[in-house]
């Protein structure tokens, strides 16, 4: 009985191919190939036919299902595409360009920085799926992929390189490999620190001589490319002020264009906006006068209305004043019995 994929625990899983199949039938599996070539689409590996009759046979009883797997198996072993994680990776891949847009700068990059920006979506893309996924971006216009340049599109369909964007990434290859060497020269002085202080503490000076030479000559090297990187530097941003200033002039140009086009409207000509704000004046003076003509004088004396506002008005005035003035009664002027013999035991008390 075959083994070649029998599990430690709990032996071979029959049937494996079947499923295999029916999955590719149904366009969930995709062969590697198939998927780089064509894409995702629908592919059967077996005819019908043959699926029917191994099928047949085997629940007859023919033929064994381990022998009836173990020859099924060679017409699906190989590499597939799971088309559901691609699109989980496209997903991932949507958002994390919408929430991290590219700069002028970002959208042309290498192939190895375009994997570390594949890193960054946190899926675990591995380096063979690096390949299949960047095909999938390709098909679907978001890249455009040219030997080692990796084009991203800004918004729409991504556009084929130009020579700017070729020249663009030769320097920001640069600068990476420049990045890279400081950081190795960087640790190569670290070490040849080291070693001097263990000469200093285990061998003669010679050899301590030695390794200072070497360090003096890492610095000056770092020197020189830091230097350069700096220069490098200032061309990323002098290209990247360039192409903004061209991505300015076209929207200029589009603007200029976009405006013509609606000033070549015949209704736009000066003659007609004229002609079109002379009738707009007759029509408003026409419906004055149609409103002066509807709403006829009733013969009514203005005058006489305000003379007689101004009449109710003093009247209610006059009301109210009226109304707030009260005449209050005097207070009594003789002390209240009470009082009186309250009074009299202090007036008893003053005469003893």
């Given amino acids: 009985m075959p083994t070649r994929w029998a599990l430690p625990d709990a032996g071979r899983p029959l049937c494996i191919a079947v499923a295999v199949n029916e999955l590719a039938k149904e366009g969930s599996f995709v062969r590697r190939a198939t998927f780089l070539e064509h894409g995702a689409r629908k592919s059967s590996l077996l005819s019908w036919a043959w699926s029917s009759?191994?099928?047949?046979?085997?629940?007859?009883?023919?033929i064994e299902a381990d022998d009836f797997d173990e020859a099924y198996w060679s017409r699906v072993e190989g590499d597939?595409?799971?088309?559901?994680?691609?699109?989980?990776?496209?997903?991932?891949?949507?958002?994390?360009?919408?929430s991290h847009p590219p700069g002028?700068?970002?959208r042309i990059q290498s192939r190895s920085m375009f994997a570390q920006t594949l890193e960054k979506l946190g899926i675990g893309l591995t380096a063979d799926d690096h390949e299949v996924f960047m095909n999938h971006l390709v098909r679907q216009k978001k890249i455009f992929v040219e030997g080692d340049l990796v084009k991203l599109a800004a918004s729409g369909p991504v556009s084929p390189p130009t020579e700017a964007d070729r020249g663009l990434l030769s320097v920001r290859v640069l600068y990476a490999q420049l990045e890279a060497q400081i950081d190795a020269l960087d640790k190569r002085i670290d070490a040849a620190q080291e070693r001097i202080k263990a000469a200093l503490a285990n061998k003669p000076k010679s050899a301590a001589l030695s390794y200072l030479r070497t360090r003096k000559q890492l610095e000056e090297m770092r020197s020189q490319r830091i230097a350069t990187l700096e220069t490098t530097s200032s061309v990323l941003l002098r290209i990247e002020q360039a192409v903004g200033d061209a991505e300015i002039m076209a929207t200029y140009e589009t603007s200029v264009r976009t405006l013509r086009s609606l000033l070549a409207d015949p209704a736009l000509r000066p003659e007609k906006v004229d002609q079109t704000m002379d009738a707009l004046s007759e029509?408003?003076?026409d419906q004055a006068d149609v409103h002066d003509a509807i709403n006829v004088d009733a013969g009514i004396d203005e005058d006489e209305i305000?003379?007689?506002?101004?009449?109710?008005?003093?009247?209610e005035k006059e009301a109210q004043d009226t109304k707030t003035d009260v005449t209050l009664p005097e207070a009594p002027k003789t002390q209240l019995p009470a009082a009186?013999?309250?009074?009299?035991?202090?007036r008893v008390a003053e005469l003893a």
């Avoid at 305000?306 to 009247?315: I, N, V």
């Avoid at 009186?340 to 202090?346: K, N, S």
């Fill in 283 to 285: 029509a408003m003076a």
């Fill in 306 to 315: 305000a003379r007689e506002l101004e009449a109710l008005a003093l009247e």
């Fill in 104 to 106: 002028t700068l970002e």
């Fill in 53 to 62: 009759a191994a099928g047949m046979l085997s629940a007859a009883g023919l």
């Fill in 340 to 346: 009186q013999e309250q009074a009299r035991p202090e």
């Fill in 80 to 98: 597939w595409v799971l088309v559901a994680n691609v699109k989980k990776a496209t997903a991932a891949y949507d958002a994390y360009m919408t």
